[in-house]
């Protein structure tokens, strides 16, 4: 099976420094991969995905990055805001044509004014 | 906008009172789940359909059941909410199984 893993559950970042939340899995035919973020009362949002074939990928302040061979996955947030301040889940689809995803534990991202 | 909307956003029943919780997309996707939350921890995948094929988890207690009438909409019924129901309730949708999975904003459970 599948577990995730998140290596720090809290994370307290000065508005304005960069953020890296990291992710961990176990299966190595894991294909798939999506960052959420989960604001206070409300669902999950996506944020950025990535497929195995990558090993980076870069949105808009947010970048992904996968390492196959260590089963490792971050979310990097520059310039961090305020609105930065959620919860962010990893989400990992275990192999090609699953309908599931696993999910990590989640790190609370709180941005310091 | 197209998106997922889950009503009602707060919802309080009695122990053992039936309840339903309502989700609808406007994406036209093909997969429709529902997730429960509970504090601090991360979604748990209760069910899904993909278009009208039902998928049980293994572990998801009988108390909870889902009808999915069309397309469009997917419910969530719990047929005698104990008080370890309450919960976050999420809807999610994704176009084919696999692919992203977009989430609705939750129903909040009380249970009294």
């Known amino acids: 099976g599948e577990s995730v893993g998140l290596h720090l559950p809290t994370l307290s970042v000065q508005e304005g420094d960069n953020s890296i939340i990291n992710c961990a899995y176990s299966?190595?035919?894991?294909?798939?991969f999506i960052w959420y973020k989960q604001e206070s009362g409300k669902g999950p949002q996506f944020i950025i995905d990535?497929?195995?074939?990558?090993d980076k990928r870069q949105g808009q302040r947010v970048t992904v990055l996968l390492n196959k061979t260590v089963k490792h996955l971050s979310l990097q947030i520059a310039a961090t805001q305020p609105g930065d301040s959620a919860v962010y889940f990893c989400a990992v689809r275990p192999n090609f044509g699953n309908e599931k995803l696993t999910f990590g534990t989640g790190t609370r991202l709180t941005i310091i004014p | 906008d197209a998106m997922v909307i889950q009503n009602p956003r707060y919802q309080v029943t009695q122990f053992g009172k039936p309840v339903t919780l309502s989700c609808s997309q406007t994406l036209n996707h093909n997969v429709m789940y529902w997730y429960q939350q509970k504090s601090s921890q991360a979604p748990k995948l209760l069910f899904h359909?993909?278009?009208?094929?039902?998928?049980n988890e293994a572990d998801t207690p009988d108390n909870f059941q889902s009808r999915r009438p069309n397309t469009s909409f997917c419910f969530l019924d719990i047929r005698s909410p104990g008080l370890g129901d309450a919960a976050m309730y999420l809807c999610?949708?994704?176009?084919?199984?696999?692919?992203?999975?977009?989430f609705g904003p939750g129903t909040r459970l009380l249970v009294l």
């Open positions: 299966n190595s035919a894991s294909d798939y």
């Open positions: 990535i497929r195995s074939n990558m």
């Open positions: 359909y993909y278009d009208k094929d039902f998928n």
């Open positions: 999610a949708t994704s176009l084919d199984p696999g692919a992203t999975q977009y």
